[in-house]
């Protein structure tokens, strides 16, 4: 089983301060998560910094990732590695994701530039169900809507900063290895929890 935070900003998203850097020193020295997705808003540049420097390092792993910012509400592609051609609409979208062997999550549906009750109608392959920085209720609301459409439920930090860092994280039955992990998500082999944040940071 292996612990991930699977929505992590840089500062290549614009609206975040987390340094590529820092973000990898903490991941190596956190006592259980080992394992990320970087999720910037429209971008790889950030996901490629991490990537390129927890290279260095055997014992972290990190998920390429975005946050594309969907006419309806924000969509987080994981495994993909280029962003879908542009006009960005959400079923568009996970199509093109689905076709280049990625993943699918509705981050945060109910919060501000989430998908909302369109999430229903949509073809993701999984519901945020715990976002570390959206209210109790909300996420709740997720939790209901991820069973309704019986879709499973990931967790993720959505850090913009230090301090938001490793908040939740996503459990998952699967091997130390990022196609294994992507299709553990599929089917569900995930768990959400909270996390007590370590004292060393
Ligand atoms: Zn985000």
Request: hydrophobic share 40%; proline share 4%.
């Amino acid at each position: 089983m292996i612990n991930a935070d699977l929505h992590i900003h840089t500062t290549y998203s614009g609206d975040a301060t987390n340094q590529p850097k820092t973000i990898v020193e903490q991941l190596n020295a956190h006592p259980t998560i080992k394992v990320l997705a970087v999720t910037d808003h429209n971008t790889f540049e950030g996901c490629r910094k991490v990537q390129e420097l927890a290279s260095s390092y055997q014992d972290i792993l990190v998920i390429p990732g975005v946050e594309v910012s969907a006419v309806e509400g924000e969509l987080i592609l994981l495994g993909v590695t280029e962003l879908p051609p542009k006009p960005w609409k959400a079923e568009d979208v996970i199509e093109f994701a689905k076709t280049n062997g990625g993943v699918t999550v509705a981050p945060h549906p109910y919060r501000g530039y989430g998908l909302g009750d369109l999430t229903r109608r949509l073809n993701v392959d999984a519901i945020e169900v715990l976002n570390g920085i959206t209210d109790f209720d909300l996420n709740r609301r997720a939790e209901e809507l991820a069973k309704t459409k019986g879709l499973p439920g990931v967790a993720g930090s959505d850090a913009h900063e230090n301090k938001e860092l490793w908040t939740v994280c996503t459990e998952v039955q699967a091997s130390f290895d990022v196609d294994a992990i992507l299709k553990a998500i599929k089917r569900g082999a995930v768990r959400t929890t909270l996390t007590l944040k370590s004292i060393h940071f």
